[in-house]
């Protein structure tokens, strides 16, 4: 497996050098241009979890991060990697762990290629993913479902074919709600799926804000078992996403950081820098456990911190993208952190 990653890896960096010669405005655009996905596809980089027999590469989720890494390092472009990589991921999560026979099937050697992506649907206007916020629902009617309610912050929206939309189908205990997860092509009656207007960063990835009016979709459309599926799909979500996304984010502050250390004032002491980054690399590699996933986030947390203190302005403009975009993914991601923080204290404090 060593060979088949050591040339995945190659194939991401020598993408990520032809992209950034060929599309020198990548860091301002909308979405990854066709072209350029297609060269992913045809290099096997959007079918990296998908099972072999499928047409995909079957690789583990560290594998994908070691790729993610060398991809982000070399393209210093965040939202390419964002988009490319929740490609991968939602194959995996969504397809790959919660979808029966027949939607694998018909999935996932379009997903292989890239000629489908599936978007994750579940945080909603002024309510984020909160399960006690939330409040689109799915109403049982014979065979089929139908879907109501608002969708917001949809990570690869504006490109999916497939939405995963998690609603609440009120199956649970007395006054406790209980969620279903339910796929829905793009163009269902009653989807609407509009660009988010409130990310504007991580170009050129999208988001998407979802309207659903009297969506109907058959009963093999449920994906995983019934009953509340929040706790299984939606609650462990983030601790796989953090996971291979420590890598990318790693590839990221290499990239940045090499472009600090290029400036003739050095810009910050990237020396240093450098050096933790290395330190995050062997955690990555050898920590799988909570408390080493913390220790890295901090560590990037206060390598923003040092950026953000340095002059930035003598940075070409794409770098420039880069580090307001690892600024404010450090800002995003530290509510998980204090969340993870506050956990394992009750942890340790129960164990006492």
């Known amino acids: 497996m060593t060979d088949t990653v050591d040339a995945f890896i ?23 241009p066709e072209e ?19 047409g995909g590469a079957a690789l583990d989720l560290e594998d994908v991060g070691r790729i993610a890494r060398a991809f982000a ?8 990697v964002t988009t490319w990589l929740g490609h991968n991921l939602m194959a995996d999560w969504v397809i790959g762990h919660f979808g029966n026979a027949d939607q694998q099937a018909a999935l996932f050697p379009k997903l292989a290629t890239g000629a489908a992506t599936i978007a994750f649907a579940v945080s909603e206007p002024e309510a984020g993913a909160h399960p006690k916020k939330l409040s689109a629902t799915a109403r049982e009617d014979g065979d089929q479902w139908q879907l109501n309610g608002a969708k917001a912050y949809v990570t690869n929206g504006p490109i999916a074919t497939h939405l995963a939309i998690v609603a609440i189908t009120n199956a649970g205990a007395p006054g406790r709600k209980a969620f279903g997860a339910f796929l829905a092509p793009k163009d269902a009656p009653g989807l609407k799926i ?5 990310v504007d960063f991580l170009k ?22 019934e009953g509340d599926i929040y706790p299984l799909m939606v609650k462990p979500l983030r601790d796989h996403e953090d996971r291979v996304g420590a890598w990318s ?12 250390a290029a400036l003739p004032d050095g810009a910050l002491h990237a020396g240093g820098v450098a050096a933790r980054l290395l330190a995050v690399a062997t955690m990555l590699e050898h920590d799988k456990t909570d408390k080493g996933l913390l220790a890295v986030r901090a560590i ?17 403009p794409a770098t420039q993208a880069l580090a307001r975009d690892l600024d404010k993914l450090g800002g995003v991601a530290r509510y998980a952190v204090e969340a993870k923080f506050q956990a394992l204290g009750r942890s340790i404090a129960n164990c006492a």
């Open 73 to 80: 390092k070399a393209s210093g472009n965040q939202g390419l």
């Open 194 to 198: 509009r660009p988010s207007e409130h």
């Open 249 to 260: 984010r790693l590839g990221a502050f290499e990239h940045l950081i090499s472009k600090l």
């Open 300 to 316: 990037f947390e206060d390598i923003r911190a040092q950026v953000a203190l340095a002059d930035l302005t003598a940075l070409d």
């Open 36 to 54: 350029l996905w297609a060269k992913l596809s045809g290099a096997g980089l959007l079918g990296l979890r998908v099972p072999s027999e499928y």
């Open 204 to 225: 050129p990835n999208g988001h998407a804000s979802l309207d659903l009016e009297d969506v109907i979709v058959p009963a093999s459309a449920r994906l995983g078992a």
């Open 10 to 32: 190659a194939a991401a960096e020598a993408l990520a050098r032809s992209a950034n010669a060929d599309y020198p405005g990548l860091h301002e655009a909308e979405s990854v």
